[in-house]
C-alpha cells in the first residue's frame, strides 16, 4: 500500500486545484499535485501514491523503477489493476 | 533494465553477497528489521533470504498499513458501513479482513454499500456526484498516505462538500518501532527503514534509534540491490561500533522529508493520546486524528462507533509475527485455517503482510542463514 509508482506529467488538468493527468503503465488518470513544491509542468516524472504525486523523480530512475516494478509482477499489477479501475470513472 | 539484469546475472549479487560475508563481525549473530512490508515482499520475491550470510537474521516489522489495524477498528468499520443511506469507500486491501463480526466484504453481502476506491480524492468524487447520500472514506495508512487524505480534507471543506466525512485510522511510523526496540523479547541490531514513508517523514523520524538506542538505521529503496546495499551498509556500522542513521534512498528522501506533505498533515490532523495496534496493543502518540475544526468531516464525531477494543482470533499470531517474534511458518494455522483466499490474520489479507509474502514465494520453513527464534 505504500507503494509509490513512477508516472509522467502529460496534461495540467487545472493549474490553480493542482490537478493534473498522469500517465502511468499506459493508463491515464487524474492526480493531485498538491504535495508538490512549486508548479507542477508536463513533462515530468513524479511518484504516484493513492492519487497524489508524493515527490518528483528523475526520469532515468523512474524507468528503472517502473520496470524493477513491473518484474516484481503481482504487487506492481495490483497497484496498476486498481489504478485502471479507478481511472474508468474519474479521468 | 540495468539493475535487474545484472541482479539477474547473478555477479553484482554474488559480490554484494561475499561483501556482507566479509562484513560479518565474526562470531556473532545479527537481527536486522526490514520495516517495510513493501521490503518483505522483495526479498521474497527475489530470493534475497537465501543470500544472507550465516548469523544475519532478518525480522520483519510493522510496516504494513492493513496488518496494524486491530479488530476493534474493522467493527468500527463495519459498524459504519451499516448505518443508513452511507456509502463506505476503502482501499481494497481493508475489504477482506476479518473483524469480530465479519468483514467489509460481509457488510456488503448483507446490504451495506461498501466501495474499493484507489485514491480518498475519488472517494470525495463520489460525495459530490451522490449529494442525498453521506459518503465515509476509511483512511488508514503511515505518514505516506496521510497527505493524501489530508489534502482531501482541506478540499472538502474548501468546496464546502459536506457529505463526506472520514473515518481516520492514520498512524506515525515512529512510536510502534520505540515500542518493538523497547519489548524484551525481540533482540534487534539495526533497521532497514522503509523508503517511502520516509519521503514524507525525511530520515530524521529515526533519529531517536540511533541517539538513545545505540541501533544503526539505514533507509532503504526498494529494489533488490538497494536492500541488498542497505544490509550491507548496516553490517558495517555494527562491525565498525557505530549506530547512524544513514540513507541509501537518496533519489528520493530528503532528510527533512516533504515540508508540504507534512503541513496537510499538520492543517488537519493531531496526535491522539494512544491508539491501539494489532499486536502491539495501545501505543502512546502513534495514531492521528482529525482536528476540532474538522469536527464536520470526522466519522468518529459524526456517527456512533462501537469504539471497543476486541482481541485477535485465537488460533492468530499475527500480533507475534508483526512484532517479529514469531516467523509465519511458526504460527500454526498458516497454509492450513489461514490462506490468502480464507484469512483469518491481517498479515494474510494484505498484499505487503509477512505471511501473505511466506504463502505466495513458498516459504514454509527456514532458509539458511535464518535463525529460528
Not at chain 2, 561475499?18 to 536486522?32: I, K, N, T, V
Not at chain 2, 565498525?240 to 528522501?253: H, I, K, P
Request: net charge negative; hydrophobic share 40%; proline share 5%.
Amino acid at each position: 500500500m505504500c507503494l509509490g509508482i513512477p508516472a509522467q506529467l502529460v496534461e495540467i488538468v487545472d493549474r490553480k486545484a493542482k490537478v493534473a493527468k498522469a500517465e502511468i503503465g499506459g493508463v491515464r488518470r487524474t492526480v493531485s499535485c498538491a504535495l508538490l513544491e512549486g508548479e507542477a509542468q508536463v513533462g515530468e516524472w513524479v511518484l504516484v501514491h493513492v492519487g497524489f504525486a508524493l515527490d518528483r523523480i528523475d526520469e532515468e530512475q523512474a524507468a528503472e523503477t517502473l520496470q524493477l516494478l513491473s518484474d516484481m509482477g503481482e504487487a506492481y499489477e495490483r497497484e496498476l489493476a486498481k489504478i485502471r479501475e479507478s481511472a474508468e470513472g474519474a479521468a | 533494465m540495468r539493475y535487474i539484469d545484472e541482479f539477474r546475472s547473478g555477479e553484482l549479487a554474488s559480490a554484494l553477497q561475499s561483501e556482507l560475508e566479509q562484513a560479518m563481525p565474526s562470531g556473532r549473530e545479527l537481527a536486522l528489521m526490514e520495516v517495510c512490508g513493501g521490503h518483505t515482499h522483495a526479498i521474497y520475491k527475489h530470493g534475497i533470504d537465501e543470500l544472507l550470510p550465516q548469523g544475519l537474521e532478518l525480522v520483519h516489522g510493522p510496516g504494513c498499513p492493513v496488518c496494524v489495524i486491530p479488530v476493534g477498528r474493522v467493527d468500527d468499520a463495519v459498524a459504519l458501513a451499516l448505518e443508513p443511506n452511507v456509502i463506505f469507500t476503502t482501499f481494497g486491501d481493508m475489504m477482506r479482513v476479518p473483524g469480530s463480526k465479519g468483514s467489509l466484504l460481509d457488510a456488503r453481502s448483507r446490504g451495506a454499500d461498501v466501495r474499493m476506491v484507489y485514491s480518498p480524492l475519488d472517494a470525495l468524487e463520489l460525495a459530490r456526484a451522490n449529494p442525498e447520500r453521506e459518503v465515509i472514506f476509511f483512511a488508514i495508512g503511515f505518514e505516506t498516505t496521510a497527505p493524501s487524505t489530508a489534502v482531501t480534507l482541506l478540499q472538502a471543506r474548501a468546496q464546502g462538500i459536506a457529505n463526506f466525512s472520514v473515518f481516520c485510522n492514520h498512524v506515525t511510523i515512529g512510536p510502534p518501532l520505540k515500542a518493538i526496540i523497547d519489548a524484551p523479547e525481540l533482540r534487534l541490531d539495526g533497521l532497514i527503514a522503509p523508503g517511502h514513508v520516509s519521503a514524507v517523514t525525511g530520515s530524521r523520524v529515526y533519529d531517536f534509534i540511533a541517539a538513545e538506542y545505540g541501533r544503526p538505521v539505514v533507509v532503504a529503496g526498494f529494489e533488490p540491490l538497494d536492500i541488498l546495499q542497505s544490509m550491507l551498509m548496516l553490517v558495517r556500522q555494527l562491525a565498525a561500533g557505530r549506530a547512524e542513521v544513514e540513507n541509501q534512498y537518496t533519489r528520493v528522501v530528503r532528510e527533512q522529508g516533504n515540508p508540504r506533505a507534512l503541513e496537510a498533515i499538520e492543517q488537519t490532523m493531531e496526535l491522539r493520546d494512544s491508539f491501539e495496534w494489532r499486536g502491539l496493543g495501545s501505543i502512546p502518540d502513534s495514531g492521528l486524528r482529525l482536528r476540532e475544526e474538522l469536527a464536520d468531516w470526522d466519522a468518529e464525531r459524526r456517527y456512533e462507533v462501537p469504539g471497543v477494543s476486541v482481541p485477535d482470533h485465537k488460533a492468530c499470531q499475527c500480533g507475534q509475527v508483526l512484532r517479529g517474534i514469531v516467523k509465519p511458518w511458526e504460527c500454526k494455522v498458516f497454509g492450513k485455517a489461514c490462506t490468502p483466499e480464507s484469512p483469518i490474520g491481517t498479515c494474510m489479507v494484505s498484499s505487503e503482510g509477512a505471511c501473505a509474502a511466506y504463502y505466495h514465494y513458498g516459504r514454509s520453513r527456514p532458509k539458511r542463514g535464518t535463525v529460528a527464534t
